[in-house]
């Protein structure tokens, strides 16, 4: 029950996100960080219930490769997005994509 109310929250914080995106505004930018630190340690303690003992250490290591990943490839996708629609536009990319993520993890992780 837990994940759906996060699901919740995150689905509608990146609806209003997205909406907001083009807005120069550093609040935003705190509150974005802070539901990301949310979903950083809900994520760990779904692997800590997912995986066996032996298991978690590959799995968490690769739950922590996922955000340098993640990062490079906003690094590539950014900038010419930006460049050519605007930074609005290049937010909204991240924002769309945690929406499709949280109907995932709304359907799909059971606590």
């Not at 945690?98 to 709304?106: E, N, P, R, Y």
């Amino acid at each position: 029950m837990g994940y759906k109310i996060l699901g919740y929250v995150v689905w509608h914080g990146a609806k209003w996100y997205a909406r907001r995106a083009a807005a120069k505004n550093k609040r935003q930018l705190v509150l974005a960080g802070a539901g990301s630190a949310a979903v950083n340690s809900a994520d760990g303690r779904v692997v800590l219930g997912w995986f066996a003992a032996h298991e978690r250490g590959t799995v968490m290591g690769l739950r922590q490769t996922a955000q340098p990943l993640g990062v490079a490839l906003a690094a590539v996708t950014f900038p010419p997005i930006a460049d050519r629609y605007g930074v609005g536009w290049a937010l909204v990319l991240p924002a769309v994509l945690c929406l499709l993520v949280s109907g995932l993890v709304w359907v799909f992780v059971v606590d």
